[in-house]
């Protein structure tokens, strides 16, 4: 049995600009966390001479061409795995949709569960772009490159997306305390809410593909204010990096008019008025966690509660897609 996992992420900074019809033309970054949140993928022998998948349906079937799953089916004819005998089975901390990159994470863990069967070496870098080549290349997916790259090298991570389709990866040095505090003080909030994040991306990319001007302008600004705070971040300057992510998430609302509804405005305010600094939600918007920059927990946390929100605890992962166990 092979069992693999890859962490779920949080922007931090500059996200939207990992999309190719906005880093083609004018290179994006973005700043992205990964989070002790983890999509697990287990590979092991069947019994049978199928392929058997267990994820939030069951399939078996006697070809890979038959897999229904896209991600999966794809994944195996890029590993070259393609025998019977095999089940896959995948569990997840927190579910889709919730806008913290489970696909991605997906993607990588299952990619790089399967390389260990094949005893094939891959590095976290190659393993992205090979999780980016199957949902943007292969199944013409609208998403950007983030999620695969922050859940296979992991850490606090600085992505720079060049328009040759290179990327450049820098891990953000943080000072210590100031690394402690960001990480007790960044809290996340369930809304309740899960929705698909393609609807909103593909608006995003047919826009900037038409380089219509209020998108492109609007991707330059998220993209300064994602440099501003790894400035920020690098100096300590947390009070300074929760003001940017509020300005973010106010111009972030403007992109679509999915990106959010009555009450997580509602909720957002709410929290402004309990200890809150800075926020926004994660993702491509319209459901999925609220995040918070606060350094009056217990009083945010208690208005939240009072709210009917969830919190999730966690922390950062510096380890990104790993093998657990080969047996």
Known sequence: MIIARSPMRISLGGGGTDLPSYYREHTGFVIAAAINKYVYITVNEAFRPKIILKYSRLE?????????????????????????????????????GTGLGSSGSFTTALLRALHTLRKNFISPEGLAEQACHIEMDILKEPVGKQDQFISSVG????????????????????????????????????????????????????????????????????KELGLESKAALQ????????????????????????????????LYQLARDNGAIGGKLIGAGGGGFLMFYTEDKTHLRSSMRQAGLREVRMRFDFEGTAVLAHS
């Open 60 to 96: 078996d079937v006697d070809t890979v061409d038959q897999v229904e799953h896209p991600i999966i089916r794809e994944a195996l004819k890029l590993t070259g795995v393609t025998w019977p005998y095999l089940e896959i089975v995948s569990i997840s901390d927190i579910p889709a």
């Open 235 to 266: 100096k300590g300057n947390l009070n300074r990096f929760a003001e940017l992510m509020h300005i973010h998430w106010e111009h972030k609302k403007k992109r679509s008019g999915a990106m959010t509804n009555h009450r997580i405005d509602e």
């Open 155 to 222: 850490g606090i991570t600085c992505f720079t997306f060049l328009p040759n389709d290179r990327v450049e990866v820098d891990p953000l040095v943080i000072p210590a305390e100031a690394l402690a505090n960001l990480e007790d003080n960044l809290l996340l909030f369930f809304t309740g809410y899960t929705r698909s994040a393609s609807e909103i991306l593909k608006d995003q990319d047919t826009k900037s593909q038409q380089k219509d001007g209020g998108m492109i302008e609007h991707l330059h600004f998220v």
